[in-house]
């Protein structure tokens, strides 16, 4: 069974940074992608960066591009999100997903097979 956990959320002023990880497990991965989407209070969820296991190209959603960065660890099946210059509007529950056995990494959640259970982001003015 897939299982994936994220943490390293918090609390941080406009301007800070964050570190998001996000533990895999369940099954090789090898050719599927992981993704990070965010929902604010009130939105729908969001796209914000996505990449392949595998080291294709990450792709990001424009507003957070220059700001945040996409990684995996294969050895210990983790994949992060390392978020700089944080800004208030990016206060949301941040979630991974996996994508199972697709061909390119995807920017919709419907498209996800897997989520974790999230993790609270609040960045403060």
């Known amino acids: 069974q897939v299982q994936l956990v994220e943490s390293g959320g918090g609390l941080v002023q406009a301007g800070g940074s964050l570190r998001l990880s996000c533990a895999a497990s369940g099954r090789a991965f090898n050719s599927d992608y992981m993704g990070w989407f965010r929902q604010a209070p009130g939105k729908e969820r969001e796209f914000v960066a996505a990449?392949?296991?595998?080291?294709?190209?990450?792709t990001y959603e424009d507003s957070v591009k220059g700001r945040f960065t996409i990684s995996r660890d294969n050895a210990k099946n983790t994949v992060y999100l390392q978020m700089n210059s944080l800004k208030t509007e990016d206060t949301a529950v941040y979630y991974c997903?996996?994508?199972?056995?697709?061909?390119?990494?995807?920017?919709?959640?419907?498209?996800?097979?897997?989520w974790g259970q999230g993790t609270q982001v609040v960045v403060s003015s």
């Open positions: 990449m392949g296991w595998s080291g294709t190209r990450s």
């Open positions: 997903a996996a994508e199972i056995n697709k061909v390119a990494a995807s920017t919709n959640p419907s498209e996800y097979d897997y």
